[in-house]
């Protein structure tokens, strides 16, 4: 396959040959399981944004698998450094619970391991005096490790700060936080001490100059600062484990904060030295055109949680928020992914040796320019930072429509919210890519106008 060439080619999805996987699949899967339709055949050819499935379909993937391939597929930007290493069994080792390397000398090892994505870790997050970091399996354990450490940090601070519409994980602790569709975490327990928060996403301001009615602003204070006991509220701030953050909601529908909510989140945390946990396992390493989706904004994170693009999961904070007592934190097998290590540290390498910061921030600008031009009025909006890139339809029922006309042509998106589409094209996509990805979208949006039925 040739990159600078390729172009979807698609006919009935999913065909004859991925209908038996699916079936195949859900025969042992556990019922509530939500998997798409298209299957991935991992022997055809792949490269980028471009896949091949079980039926021979060629596809232009703008999802990223999520976020987690962050370049795509077969990528030569991370397996050209893959190849050649003479590697032995097993390469699922014991996380934490024990050392390995390649050779006499860190600083001189053939290939990358799990201290050498810390210390990378570390570099793209000095900028908040961050040190340390706790490798886990996933986003939900990174997470979940940053509540700990926080509440280890602030004993016997006994509540939690989250916000409206946000997703953190689908482990009990992180349930406990996420705040969106109630399929999530209905008849589920939770940890106590949660305060929910309105999150402010709306961009416009009334006549009077005063932010829009998002619920987050209360005339001159707002929502977060009128719970605290000093501002008349019934929470000491002392007594706040942490508030957490998506500095970009993901699952919750691609909500960008507006200025002034986050400017009064930075505000409150540091005028009552609120540990802040910022949630990046969606925003971070590289989507938005900066490192961390934080580095857009001015709050000053305490702990950062990422993952997909990592392929492991990291807490990363400094050393004075992490418990000192040995086996505070542990997991047998957490971070303990030899090929993952490698892939994030060679992830994060490529997006400075190829300058990806500055191509996400080019193409995402080129992209929100061809979506906004000329768009229906059934648009409601376009937005997006770097390549992390929402449109967002009148109706939940066009939206549907249009995934659905998109997959129809060859091109792979994905619902978030309750009438968004997101879109997440490859770090280094080309002009080529996002003009043929955009088009394609574009005429699923025309199509989608005419079939969907819309209430």
Not at 399 to 418: D, N
Request: with cysteine; charged share 25%.
């Amino acid at each position: 396959m040739d990159r600078d060439t390729a172009e979807p080619d698609a006919g009935e999805l999913p065909g004859p040959n991925a209908q038996r996987w699916v079936d195949f699949h859900q025969e042992y899967s556990a019922p509530s399981e939500y998997s798409h339709e298209f299957v991935w055949d991992v022997t055809r050819e792949a490269d980028g944004p471009f896949v091949t499935d079980v039926d021979g379909n060629v596809l232009l993937d703008f999802t990223c698998h999520i976020g987690a391939a962050p370049l795509g597929y077969n990528n030569e930007k991370i397996t050209s450094k893959l190849r050649e290493f003479d590697l032995v069994e097993p390469m699922k080792i014991a996380g934490q619970d024990m050392y390995f390397g390649a050779g006499s000398d860190p600083a001189e090892a053939e290939f990358p391991g799990s201290s050498h994505l810390m210390e990378r870790l570390v570099n793209v997050s000095s900028q908040y005096g961050m040190d340390t970091v706790f490798l886990s399996n996933s986003g939900a354990e990174a997470v979940e490790n940053a509540m700990k450490i926080a509440h280890d940090h602030r004993a016997p601070a006994k509540y939690g700060v989250a916000f409206a519409g946000s997703f953190h994980g689908r482990t009990l602790g992180t349930l406990s936080i996420t705040k969106s569709k109630s399929v999530y975490t209905r008849h589920y327990p939770e940890i106590g001490g949660i305060e929910t928060i309105p999150f402010c996403d709306c961009r416009a301001r009334d006549s009077s100059g005063d932010p829009c009615d998002c619920g987050f602003f209360t005339g001159s204070s707002s929502r977060l600062r009128g719970t605290l006991s000093p501002e008349g509220g019934h929470i000491d701030p002392d007594e706040i484990a942490f508030l957490i953050l998506e500095p970009i909601q993901g699952v919750g529908g691609y909500r960008f904060p507006s200025e002034g909510f986050v400017q009064e989140v930075a505000d409150v945390t540091d005028e009552y030295d609120i540990p802040l946990v910022v949630d990046e396992i969606q925003s971070g390493v590289g989507r938005t055109g900066e490192i961390w989706a934080s580095d857009h904004y001015p709050i000053e994170p305490d702990v950062i949680a990422s993952a997909k693009a990592l392929r492991v999961g990291a807490t990363i904070s400094r050393s004075e928020v992490f418990p000192s007592e040995k086996n505070r934190l542990g997991s047998t097998f957490g971070g303990g992914d030899l090929l993952g290590s490698m892939m994030g540290a060679f992830t994060l390498e490529a997006i400075e040796e190829h300058d990806l910061l500055d191509n996400a921030t080019r193409r995402g600008e080129q992209a929100k320019e061809l979506l906004r031009d000329g768009a229906p009025s059934h648009v409601e909006d376009v937005r997006g930072t770097g390549l992390m890139l929402a449109v967002e339809f009148d109706t939940p029922e066009r939206r549907t429509a249009v995934v659905q006309e998109a997959l129809r042509r060859g091109l792979l998106t994905l619902g978030c919210g309750k009438k968004t589409v997101r879109l997440l094209p490859p770090l280094d996509s080309t002009e080529r890519e996002i003009e043929l990805g955009v088009s394609i979208f574009r005429e699923a949006i025309e199509a989608a106008g005419t079939t969907a039925k819309v209430a």
